[in-house]
């Protein structure tokens, strides 16, 4: 992860788009161990459009992994 103290006025910040939750459940290792390094979440929710509600499992699981590992940071 790149340092920002070149750049103070830049935050990082962490996220998963809800329509990649399929290929992108391995990450949340990663999130978890990254999570405590910023303030800022983003790209987090949940899309049940007609394109990707074949996913709503997972993107109930990846969110609800987040907000949990979020909490208890």
């Known amino acids: 992860m790149c ?3 070149k750049f103070p006025s830049y935050k990082i910040s962490f996220g998963f788009h809800p329509q990649l939750a399929k290929e992108s459940i391995d990450e949340l290792v ?3 161990k990254l999570v405590n390094k910023t303030s800022y ?5 949940l899309d049940f459009s007609k394109n990707y509600v ?4 997972k993107q109930i699981y990846a969110f609800s992994k987040r907000v949990e590992l979020y909490k208890r940071r």
Not at 41 to 45: P, Y
């Open 3 to 5: 340092s920002c103290s």
């Open 54 to 57: 074949d996913s709503k499992e």
């Open 41 to 45: 979440i983003g790209e987090i929710g």
């Open 30 to 32: 990663s999130f978890g």
